[in-house]
């Protein structure tokens, strides 16, 4: 079993920034990829960021510029810093993870969310 755990989340302006957390504890062998997704009301899950091994990232052209990945190899942790924040940026935001369990098996994990609201 792995779980992840997200933090950070919170109300801010317009133009400010927040940082999200996630923390991967439980039987973890290695981390393949780790990543953000956002889910604004009556929108699909869509992917905001994924970091993996080597240290390559993609992020969606919506945030391309204001956000940055970061990942923490020896506690096992992922960060999101979100800068120059827009309203269209509010919606609940998951850490994911793809993680080695064993020598042939791998897990998927999804934190339970952590809610970003950006006010106009």
């Known amino acids: 079993q792995v779980q992840l755990v997200e933090s950070g989340g919170g109300l801010v302006q317009a133009g400010g920034s927040l940082r999200l957390s996630c923390a991967a504890s439980?039987?973890?062998?290695?981390?393949?990829?780790m990543g953000w997704y956002r889910q604004a009301p009556g929108k699909q899950r869509e992917l905001v960021a994924t970091?993996?091994?080597?240290?390559?990232?993609t992020y969606a052209d919506s945030v391309k510029g204001r956000f940055t990945i970061s990942r923490d190899n020896a506690k096992n942790t992922v960060d999101l810093q979100m800068n120059s924040l827009k309203p269209e940026d509010t919606a609940v935001y998951y850490c994911?993870?793809?993680?080695?369990?064993?020598?042939?098996?791998?897990?998927?994990?999804w934190g339970q969310g952590t809610q970003v609201t950006v006010s106009s």
């Open positions: 439980g039987n973890i062998l290695s981390i393949n990829a």
């Open positions: 994911n993870g793809l993680f080695s369990v064993s020598q042939f098996g791998r897990r998927l994990a």
């Open positions: 970091i993996t091994s080597p240290e390559n990232t």
